[in-house]
């Protein structure tokens, strides 16, 4: 394990683990330690397992410098699978073994045992949920109901229409789309069609829920948005709809790390479970919530499979949705999943430069890429193709980058020195810079340096060091805080009051929240951020820097987040090759749900 180890591909923590297990089981082969190291790292690079036929091409490295996997002593692949077969205390071979041991090596895929059974049960679970026997609805008020909701030029069978109707007729939904596809407008269809269906009974129990808070925050947010436009007796019943957390939807309990108050043996008393952003949903939470509800509820899955997944292990909604995604017109076949996934592709919000750059990065062709973004069919999308590392003496070229970052910061800080925290706040919206990693040479600490840089050449009296809580700061929220309803991702701005004092103003619902800034706990400030924790944000403005190709996060997906965050206009920073290199690797994360599900 040295090699591996000194090679980047394998921690300390995944060697440290890999020998505890093995002396367990009194294996000492090293081929067998090698293969349980890796069993215990995948999870921790998002993988469900490590597939062994392949992980010695594969494999990713953590070191700043390209190592040549080749020169590592892989183990030839027959001789390290027999190995395994032959640990009887450690390693349960194939599906069907009984036993309960700490891995399971299922044809050339070794799992640790937990995640083998969490895959294996969602796997089950979803299956259920997508035979089981459809609704009775009232067909004539749902053929109603569909038609009334309609958009003024909408065709009777658009895919938002099909959406609904499934959620409708169904046990198990999933709705796929890309950013302003109109999965939230679909949500808020789905709950009214549900209210009119149950109108002369008793109101369907129906939980919204999102990964992160902030996500749920902004499901709410547009819900209640959409509800008095729509032609339904349901509106007073849409504006009454509160969104939640998973985790506190689940019962999390504080006092346990993966144990909830619901589960299969105390179900969720809703009658339809809703969640959204669901690409941020890992492998064990989404085990979690499928055990949780009732198994005559409905479940609706909504998100867009082509983003980041979860940081933990999986990548479910892109398994879920499968090979649906792909021929997204094709009418239903007998398969019930297939019946149950309905892809919405046409997107009604963005510039169409940005949507077809969009489409080109999750086609996977570089070539297309590159030509959108050379010449993109409006002025919506620039690209400078520039190495995208921050400096102290920022390129020229990126006269684009800092104009906008000025112009943003400008507005801004007018606004907040003039007490006007809305206006402050719609400021900030209009603008951000994001990066792939927080640090190093293309993080967005650095590039928060160079940003304040600008600000403090161009702005009469701007000063980031005239104190912590200077006015115009611009801030993130870096955990949750529940007691606020403050949630890690949330930004604010730092607003000129009285007497000089100052206040922290967030938005929520549209209102701006202003809070002393010494109740706040976990705050940055946020000229520049991740694209991880932009995931589920647009800003009329976004700048995407790209990292070099030796970066490990430089991805399709991470790529296609990063864009699709900009809702009127896009700047892309860097070189072709890291273009090339984010849109040829996908994240393949190693998963066996979706061929579960689909095979
Ligand atoms: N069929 C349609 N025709 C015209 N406009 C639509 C249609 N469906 C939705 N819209 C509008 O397009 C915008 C995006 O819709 P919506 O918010 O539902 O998309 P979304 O997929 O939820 O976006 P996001 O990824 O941001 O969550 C909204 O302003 C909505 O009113």
């Known amino acids: 394990m040295r090699a591996f180890n000194e090679a980047g591909v394998l921690a300390a923590a995944d060697v440290h683990v890999a020998r505890r297990l093995a002396a367990l089981a009194a294996a000492d082969d090293p081929d067998v330690l090698l293969a349980v190291a890796l069993a215990v790292r ?63 090596l299922v044809g050339t895929h070794l799992y640790l045992d937990r995640y083998w059974r969490e895959e294996q049960r969602i796997a089950a679970d979803l299956r259920g949920f997508a035979a089981r026997e459809p609704e009775l609805v009232n067909a004539a008020l749902l053929d109603d109901g569909l038609d009334r909701l309609r958009w003024p030029d909408e065709p009777a069978d658009s895919a938002q229409v099909r959406a609904a109707r499934t959620a409708v007729h169904r046990r198990f939904t999933v709705v796929a789309g890309g950013p302003g596809t109109g999965k939230t407008t679909t949500v808020a269809r789905i709950v009214a069609l549900l209210h009119e269906q149950a109108a002369d009974g008793r109101p369907p129990l129906i939980a919204l829920a999102a990964p992160t808070g902030k996500a749920a925050a902004r499901l709410e947010e547009s819900l209640h948005e959409q509800a008095p436009d729509l032609d339904t007796e349901a509106r007073d019943a849409l504006l009454a709809t509160c969104a939640t957390t998973l985790h506190r939807l689940l019962g999390w309990r504080p006092d346990s790390h993966s144990r909830f108050r619901h589960h299969r043996g105390n179900r969720l008393p809703h009658d339809v479970v809703i969640v959204d952003e669901t690409s941020m949903v890992s492998l ?27 940081v933990e292990a999986g990548a479910v909604l892109g398994d879920v949705v499968g090979p649906a995604a792909e021929d997204p017109g094709a009418p239903p076949v007998d398969g019930a999943l297939r019946d149950a996934v309905v892809v919405l592709d046409t997107t009604h919000r963005f510039g169409g430069a ?20 050379a010449e993109p069919a409006d002025p919506s999308v620039r690209w400078i193709p520039l190495d995208a590392q921050a400096g102290p003496d920022p390129d020229p070229l990126l006269a684009p980058v800092r104009d906008a970052a000025v112009a943003a910061g400008r507005a801004v800080l007018d606004a907040a020195r003039a007490g006007d925290p809305r206006a402050a706040l719609a400021a900030l919206g209009s603008f951000r810079v994001l990066t792939a990693h927080r640090r190093g040479p ?49 930004t604010g701005v730092v607003i000129a009051g009285a007497q000089d004092r100052v206040t ?36 009329d403005t976004a700048a995407v820097l790209l990292p070099g190709t030796d970066s490990p996060i430089l991805t ?41 599900l689909w095979d």
């Not at 209102?511 to 647009?538: C, W």
């Open 442 to 490: 293309y993080g967005a600490t650095p590039w928060m340096w160079t940003i304040e840089r600008w600000l403090t050449d161009a702005l009469d009296g701007f000063d980031p060091r005239a104190g912590e809580w200077y006015v115009g700061r611009p801030l993130l929220v870096t955990e949750n805080d529940h007691s606020l309803r403050l949630y890690n991702g949330d």
């Open 504 to 539: 922290a103003a967030f938005e929520r619902r549209g209102e701006a929240l202003e809070f002393s800034p010494t109740r706040l706990s976990a705050i940055d400030t946020v000229y520049a951020m991740t694209i991880h924790k932009a995931q589920g944000s647009q800003f």
């Open 284 to 310: 064990s939470l989404m085990g979690r919530l499928v055990e949780a509800v009732r198994p005559d509820a409905r479940l609706i899955l909504v998100g867009d499979p082509d983003q980041l997944t979860s």
């Open 42 to 104: 995948a999870p921790r690079l998002g993988h469900v397992f490590v597939d062994l036929a392949t992980i010695a091409r594969r494999a990713t490295t953590e070191g700043e410098e390209a190592v040549d996997l080749s020169a590592l002593p892989w183990p030839a692949v027959p001789a390290w699978l027999d190995a395994l077969g032959a640990c009887p205390a450690l390693v349960a071979v194939g599906e069907d073994a009984g036993e309960r041991l700490p891995l399971r």
């Open 556 to 596: 399709r997906e991470l790529l296609y987040t990063g864009v699709t965050r900009a809702s009127q206009q896009l700047v892309v920073v860097g070189t072709e090759e890291a273009v090339r290199g984010a849109v040829s690797r996908p994240a393949a994360r190693a998963s066996a749900l979706r061929e579960r």
């Open 354 to 373: 940005i949507a077809d750059l969009a489409a080109a990065i999750r086609s996977g062709d570089p070539d297309a890429v590159l030509a959108r973004l």
